[in-house]
């Protein structure tokens, strides 16, 4: 097995709990584009919510 990792740096004025806040907000960033919705709570570590696209499709999340 090969052990893949990514990392991403970005720079910004924001403050760590801003960073924080606007990642979490996943329904702020990441439905509507095509259809998709976003069932359950993403605000808190630990939450756990479903992105479900226009396709039917299901995706499982949970806030880190």
Not at 9 to 37: A, C, H, M, Q, R
């Amino acid at each position: 097995m090969v052990n893949e990792s990514y990392s991403v740096t970005y720079l910004t004025d924001k403050s760590p709990t801003e960073v924080f806040t606007l990642l979490v907000n996943v329904s702020g960033w990441w439905s509507g584009i095509y259809g998709e919705t976003i069932e359950g709570s993403s605000e808190k570590v630990g939450d756990e919510f479903s992105l479900r696209l226009a396709t039917g499709y299901t995706i499982p999340g949970k806030s880190w």
